[in-house]
Every structure is written in structure tokens, then in C-alpha cells.
């Protein structure tokens, strides 16, 4: 049960984190037995990055972690979400590990510790082993047995020490994005394809997580995080519209939750893509695999998604807020239409609106009765730059973190059992297709030098975690 808690207050067990993915900070791309990712190929591919920038170097977090760790804790962060590297650790996506890769996470988990901050392990953020997508990537329900395999030998050299797991992050972009419109590694535009890397991602986290649990203390929490979109109809009583929402709501929603957490795709889905598959790709078993009980549930929330019905009739780049592409990421969905959300936006062109995350929680506090959230990814883009001193002052995040925290503190309020918030992201860093020209860190990185300074941000979110309370926000 939630512990109590006031309109002000969040409760004292709260976890106060900051969330990265391993491609976007690491570098060292070619060290300690490390091979190339589908990301590394990606990126390396003329036109596919802003500036035809890569993560080769990135934020250089693997020779400066200890440093990163220490910057945590002057913060005051209890907690850290960070990815492993498949590649690292498990160079063409099979056989025994390499040591020296494991060897990194082991000592960054032992900083982590030393300094009180609770790590938590993401397994796959989107960096899949390029020998592995050589052999059919996603779409290829043999991956999803590759990263149970990787799934136990990380859980086996790590399990002792990290409490909190997460077996995939957003599978939604993985598949659709991946595999359908192409605008993120492995750069592939084929909507069947995207369905069946779906699936198998739904298959892989379920045997990677009865994986994790034959190798770890019964103690440890195994979760997922999905970036669950709220999606609102343009015209609220069109019900034309409304079956607009019904169906992203499945390609974004349901097609994860469902048979994850209640062992079924929806109908609906099925339904809306037959003209595309007729599913036989699920086996039987497989919706049994899926459906492993989670100890508590992600949740990435950045903005809403507003649609209305469309005619059926081939469109140009979507403006549906993931990357220009004569491809949709939504199979089976050219009769919807995206329009952007009235509002201030951040430099992504995001609508900033936290009652999107009030409901987001709630729903999931409904659609899961009893299973712990924790916020895992919420974050902005800004053009932040340092002052003559500098200082890099960016209320613009400070006001979108006070807003977003608000929410998830009515949420708690209103008797969602909310355990933690990771701030996307500890710094700026690497962000995926749009290059380095994106900063979302708490932290900024002069890209020459590697200087890390902690913006007005990073200070007042480490004032709310000392305090569990929200600091005031500048009028000006």
C-alpha cells in the first residue's frame, strides 16, 4: 500500500532518480571486447543522423563513471537508471560473456552503492547486437530466446547487488519505430515486420524476466517500462474520432499491456491489422510466456497524442511527434490523423502538459490494481547554454520538472502507489536521430571538453530530493 502522504509531501521511502541508456553516454564503442550495435550501424549511415553524429565518444561515461556517480550523490539522488550494453557484455548476442564488459557494470553498481544511490538495471534500451539483426533482428522470434540467455547472465553477475530490474524500455519504439518507419536503428520500413518484432519483444520480456528470477534472490523487483501514450480525440464527441483513439491506443498501448499484463492482445488490434497479418506468428505458449507477474510497472510519459479520423489516403512525413519518414510507425492505422496539442512546447516540438501524466498514472492504477509505478522516464529539451560565468540557468525545465512532480504527487494523493521518479536525463548526451543537438541533461556537457556543470535544474531537483518536497519555481 502507498505509504500516507499530504498534498505537499512525497512519501519518505520515494525514490529520487535520474534515468540514461548505455549508447547515449557510454562511448568506448570499440573497447574491452565491445561490438558494434544496430545503433552503432545506424548511426555510422550517411543521412540517418542530424550532423551524421554518433555515439563513438558520447559523454565518455565508461572512463568517467566514477566522477558521474559522485556528481549523483552531491546532488542528493537516491537512486540511478541505467542500460546495459547486449554488446558489451555478450559481443554477437550469443554464447559465454566477456568479463571485461560485465566487469564495467560491476564496478559502476558498486560506486553506485557505496554512494547510497540504488541502482536499477535496464537490460535492452534499443541497442540490439548488429550479428543478431544480421540473422533477422526483432522480427525473428529466436532474438527473444537470445536475450532470456543474456537476461540470466546478467542477472547471475549482478543479481546480488541491484534490487531493481527492468527487462526492456519501450518496446513501442523498438518495433515500430525500428522496424516501421524506420527513423530509429535498424532503419527497416516494413509494418509486418514491425507487428512480429512486437510480439517477440512481448516474448522476450517474458522469458527474460522467468530468466532473471531462476538467477536472483526472490528479494529483487523485475519490471518493464513502456512508454504508454495518453492519447485524446480532436473532436471528444465524433465517434469517428473516438475509433481514432481506440486504435493508436492499441498500436501504442494495448498491444504491450495486453498481453503482458493480462495475457491477450486486444481484439481490437487484431482486428485493425488483419489486412496486414492474421497473427500466426503467436504460437502456443507464447501469450503464457508473456504473461509473467510483474513486480511493479514503468512509465515514460512525455507529452499527449491528439488524433482524429482521416481519409485513407497515403500521406507525407507524420506529424505525430517521432521523426519525419514517408513511413507510419501506427501498422494498420492510415485512417488517422495527428495534429499537435495546443500549448507551450519544448524543443523537440512536445507539448508540455503534466495532466497527461496525472492520467497516465491513474489509468495504469486501474488497468493494474496493486502493482507499484514508478515514473522512469520525464524529461525536456531545451537550448540550454552556459551564462559568462558559466552557470547554465534553464527554468523553462525547472517549471516542466515542478509540473510533472505536481502531477505525480496528486497522483500519490488521489491513491496511486507511485514508489520513484527518474528525471530523463542525468545529462545531456547522445539523442539517438537528432544527433547532440537535443539536450535534455539535468547536466550539462560541453561536447569539446566533457565538463560536466550542473544546470539550475539539476540544483532544485536536488533540493526536492533532500526535502521531499517541491522547491518554489522563479516567476522570472
Known sequence: MPEPVNPVT??????????????QIEGAVREDGRTPSIWDTFSHTPGKTSGGETGDIAVDHYHRYRDDVALMADLGLTAYRFSISWSRVQPTGRGPAVQVGLDFYRRLVDE????????AVTLYHWDLPQELEDAGGWPERDTAHRFAEYAQIVGEALGDRV????????????????????????????????????????????LGASALRSVMPARNAVALSLNSS??????????????????????????????????????TLLTATSSLTDWSFVLDGDLRSINQPLDALGLNYYTPTLVSAADAEPKGPRSDGHGASDHSPWPGADDVAFHQTPGERTEMGWTIDPSGLHELIMRYTEEAPGLPLYITENGAAYDDKPDPDGRVHDPERVAYLHGHLSAVRRAIADGADVRGYYLWSLLDNFEWAYGYEKRFGAVYVDYATLTRT???????????????????????
Open 10 to 23: 512525497f512519501p519518505p521511502s520515494f525514490l529520487w532518480g535520474a534515468a540514461t541508456s548505455a549508447y
Open 112 to 119: 553506485l552503492l557505496a554512494k547510497g544511490i540504488k541502482p
Open 163 to 206: 534490487e531493481n530490474w527492468i527487462t526492456l524500455n519501450e518496446p513501442w519504439c523498438s518495433a515500430f519505430l525500428g522496424y516501421a518507419s524506420g527513423v530509429h536503428a535498424p532503419g527497416r520500413t516494413d509494418p509486418v515486420a514491425s507487428l512480429k518484432a512486437a510480439h517477440h519483444l512481448n516474448l522476450a520480456h517474458g
Open 230 to 267: 495518453v492519447v485524446r480525440p480532436l473532436s471528444p464527441g465524433n465517434a469517428e474520432d473516438l475509433a481514432a483513439v481506440r486504435k493508436i491506443d492499441d498500436l501504442a498501448n494495448g498491444v504491450f499491456h495486453g498481453p503482458i499484463l493480462k495475457g491477450a492482445y486486444p481484439e
Open 454 to 476: 550542473p544546470k539550475s535544474s539539476a540544483l532544485w531537483y536536488g533540493r526536492a530530493a533532500r526535502t521531499g518536497t517541491l522547491p518554489e519555481v522563479e516567476t522570472a
